[in-house]
C-alpha cells in the first residue's frame, strides 16, 4: 500500500460535513463513537505491550514499568457524553448499542472497561426504541 491511498480519504472537516449532511445531529456523535473505537484499539495496544514488557508481570521489576491509560480516560469522557444521547437514526442506536456490547463482553479488562455510564447509554437507545410505531420493522427479513 503506498501512502498515495491515504490522501484519498476525506478530510477531517469533510467527514464531520458529510456525517452532519447524511444524519443531522447525531453525526457529531457518530464522530465520537468512531473515535471511542480508535481509543479502545489503542488502549488494548498498550495493554498487550504492558504486559508483554512485563512478562504478564512475573518480570524482576514489573511494578515499575507503567502502563498508559490515557485513551483509557479519553474513553470514558466520549461514554460519559454519549450516556446523555437519544439517538435520532437506526445508525447510531446500533453503534451505541455496539460500544456498551463491546464494554461488557470484554474479558481479562472488563473490571476496567465496565465500569462507566454504559446502562445510561442502553436506556436511552430502548427510549428511542420505543418511541418507534411498535409496527416499525428493525430488518426487512420476515420470519413467517
Known sequence: MTDNNVSQFPTASALRTALKANFGQDGGYLEMC????????????????????TGWDKFPGADDVELDTNPLFQMKDIESTLATVTPRTALLARELLDICVTILSCGDDASVLGEGPILEMVKNVKDAIDQLPHETKLTEKDDT
Open 34 to 53: 468512531a473515535k471511542w473505537r480508535v481509543l479502545r484499539a489503542q488502549q488494548q495496544i498498550n495493554w498487550a505491550m504492558h504486559r508483554l514488557e
